[in-house]
């Protein structure tokens, strides 16, 4: 059994300062197995970090499309932001990309995702996050989990770090796998460990958006 983060960003994504190095450092450091590296549109900082680790490692990518945020994993191609579920959808099946959904009920942020959207995608995608711990009350984590059960859909979890205290925060154990038809076959099996991150986690991303945009500036 291994234990799999699902959703963590680089300093590729807006709102990071972490390195691809520091990252997987990181994670060596913390005891997790496997790493899904999910920039925002962008794959740069996965394929980066995977030439340092390539197991340990697995390229991805946080899609703001039309109506909320997809979250993929085994990306070979970067998907560009703007295109509608469907669009994204149909260019990540063409990679044989492992396909959820990003905090889908979190409506502080924008990629939030309104309930009949989803059920057009359900037939099409892989699985949901039905726990982040970022997400800032514990309802929202729990209307995603009730909406994946009650339509039979598999769940992932993610710590959505953007900073390195955050890694680790929701994990998933599963059997090893290798690829994204393993995973698929494998992801119902997985046992969550999961610890909200809290009002700080937010803070660090605001820090890193601001800072980022003072360097510019100067």
């Known amino acids: 059994m291994i234990s799999i983060e699902f959703h963590c960003h680089t300093i590729y994504s807006k709102d990071s300062l972490v390195a691809p190095a520091r990252l997987v450092e990181t994670c060596i450091r913390k005891g997790i197995d496997r790493i899904v590296i999910t920039d925002h549109n962008t794959i740069a900082g996965a394929v980066e970090a995977q030439k340092m680790a390539p197991g340990l490692v697995i390229v991805g990518e946080e899609i703001m499309t039309t109506k909320g ?4 994993a085994y990306v070979t191609e970067e998907i560009p932001a703007g295109l509608s579920p469907q669009d994204a959808i149909r260019r990540l099946k063409e990679q044989g ?12 942020r924008r990629g ?21 711990a970022r ?6 984590n729990h209307q995603a989990d009730e ?3 009650r339509h039979g859909v598999a769940s992932t979890v993610g710590s959505d770090a953007h900073s390195l205290f ?18 698929r076959a494998v992801i119902r099996q997985g046992v969550a460990q999961t ?4 009002i700080l986690a937010r ?16």
């Not at 945020?69 to 993929?72: I, T, V």
């Not at 997400?135 to 929202?140: A, E, I, K, S």
């Not at 610890?195 to 809290?198: D, N, T, V, Y």
């Open 69 to 72: 945020e997809l979250l993929a």
């Open 97 to 108: 990309a492992f396909i959820s959904v990003s905090h889908p009920f979190d409506s502080t």
């Open 112 to 132: 939030h995702w309104q309930e009949g959207d989803l059920l057009e995608i359900l037939p099409f995608i892989d699985a949901i996050e039905t726990f982040n």
């Open 135 to 140: 997400c800032l009350l514990p309802d929202m």
């Open 147 to 149: 909406f994946a059960a």
């Open 166 to 183: 955050e890694l680790g925060r929701a994990t998933l154990t599963l059997p090893q796998f290798e690829g994204p038809e393993e995973l």
């Open 195 to 198: 610890r909200r991150s809290g």
């Open 203 to 218: 803070a660090a991303s605001r820090y890193a958006v601001l800072r980022k945009i003072t360097s510019r500036s100067l």
